[in-house]
């Protein structure tokens, strides 16, 4: 998988995050205002309903208002103001209309155009002055008396109350002040204003106002916030393992390119070295003889161990990453297991001229372990060591007693590994990136199967390493109890 080809679906990934997001908080701001108005809306509500309360608590503590104060009201005779006039009203026009009170008292008339409000009496704007006058008068008089009585601290407490009740918690406050009695242009008493005004000679208009209800309104949203988020969060991780998979499987396609590139040409010597050797054999009549014949059977004998050594490898790896390799563990001395490791080793060392030193700090190096797969690593770890190192190289092998664990190390001047490639060099098949060359015979499987065999082992391996300096290999087992 090509660059070209990955950048498309990332685009597409990273459009469709952004289109989700943006849509998430296109709605939730979009509820969020809805909210807020809704609960303006709504607080304004209320505080005409606590206006309203105190008013009513009012009115029926004065029984000399309905049993005394009576008047004669556009033909309905000797009944109260209050009640002559929501019946003058309601009866006429209905609730939702505009309508016209005319109000007659021995000879007195006020008049009055409003949208209806059967609980309240509260604007007079036109008085007709007659004999017999006092009397209206003096009923508006005692109305006034009522509504002139409602305080600010009073409605607070009652408004407080009723928030309270409605589970609503906004800071609020409520002043007053005098109203314009002639105001014919102010709109008469909607709902959503948080202002009302009451009273008739004298009327006052009770403001309130709420300082702040964006916390409210978000403690009231946190569910919808809390699915949003989870819902981009949800978007973005499922995008992030998809992209991590593309790019995963972008580097198994290189690291597989690679492996059948250097791989190719370990395969094709041995196999074209035995075909030769057999061509000889029959063509060439060196079946007749003996030491030739020995000869081209020895070369292809040793072509042939080189391909069962390639597929042994692989097989070990698959059967450690399936854990159906059996160790067959015993007490060793790591101590003793090196030094016979680089004995057996000395005819390589002679011929790429190395020097071996070997350092021990402690007393016991005793482990666990499988010796078979054990020194394997050892192997694999010294033959690198030869492999990638420069003429004449150096190899410092170091064994430290750590008290529980047992540290090795196996230090190189070789042409070292790139920052980058620390952790990878430990992936199956995986080779540090040099083009399509192979100078180097391998396939990038001996690490791999270091790895895998400490791993069983309950160990730790770790590298250590600068381009053109050289390798340290940090191997930490388990002492032997």
Known sequence: MNRRRLY?????????????ASFQVYW?????????????????????????????????????FHSNEKMRVAGYGAVGMMDAIKR???????????????????????ARS??????????????KDGPGGPGIVKVLSRVDSLQDSIGVKELSVKYAQILKQEKI???????????????????????????????????????????????????????????????VALTVFSFTLLLRSLVQQRKLTQIKNDFISNITHELKTPI???????????????????????????????????????????????MFEKHQVELKEETI???LLVKEVVNSMKLQFEKYKAQVNVQMHGYCFEIQADRLHITSVLFNLLDNALK?????????????????????????????????????????????????????????????????????????IEVESQPGIGSRFIIKLPAAS
């Open 272 to 318: 074209a070295t035995v075909s030769v050797a057999i061509e000889a054999l029959r063509n060439f009549d060196a079946l007749q003889d003996p030491e030739k014949t020995k000869e081209y059977l020895a070369i292809s004998s040793n072509e042939l161990q080189r391909l069962s050594f390639l597929v042994d490898k692989v097989l070990k790896l698959s």
């Open 388 to 460: 990638y190192s420069k003429e004449n190289p150096t190899i410092h092998i170091e064994l430290k007693d750590e008290t529980e664990r047992i540290q090795l190390q196996v230090t190189d001047n070789g042409k070292g590994i790139p920052a980058e490639f620390h952790k990878k060099i430990f992936d199956k098949f995986f080779r540090v990136p040099a083009g399509d060359t192979h100078n180097v015979k391998g396939y990038g499987l001996g690490l791999s199967y270091v790895a895998y065999v400490i791993q069983r082992h309950y160990g730790s």
């Open 114 to 127: 409003a949208i209806p409000d059967t609980d309240s009496i509260r604007e007079i704007h036109v008085f």
């Open 28 to 64: 939730l701001i979009k509820n969020f205002r809805e909210e807020k108005q809704e609960l303006s809306f709504r607080t304004n509500v209320l505080f005409r309903e606590a206006i309203q309360h105190i008013r009513a608590d009012k009115m029926k503590l004065d029984t000399n």
């Open 169 to 231: 918690s906004v800071p609020f406050l409520i002043t007053n002040r005098k109203a314009v009695l002639n105001d014919e242009l102010r709109p008469p008493f909607f709902e959503n204003d948080n202002e009302v005004t009451i009273g008739f000679n004298n009327p006052v208009t009770f403001r309130v106002d709420i300082s702040d209800t964006t916390p409210f309104v978000l403690r009231k949203m946190w569910s919808q916030i809390l699915v949003s988020l989870l819902l």
């Open 333 to 335: 001395d790591l101590a």
């Open 88 to 110: 003058k009203v309601l009866d006429s026009m209905g609730r939702d209309k505009r309508f016209h009170i005319m109000v007659t008292a021995e000879n007195r008339e006020y």
């Open 8 to 20: 498309f679906p990332v685009v597409l990934m990273l459009l469709a995050i952004v289109a989700v």
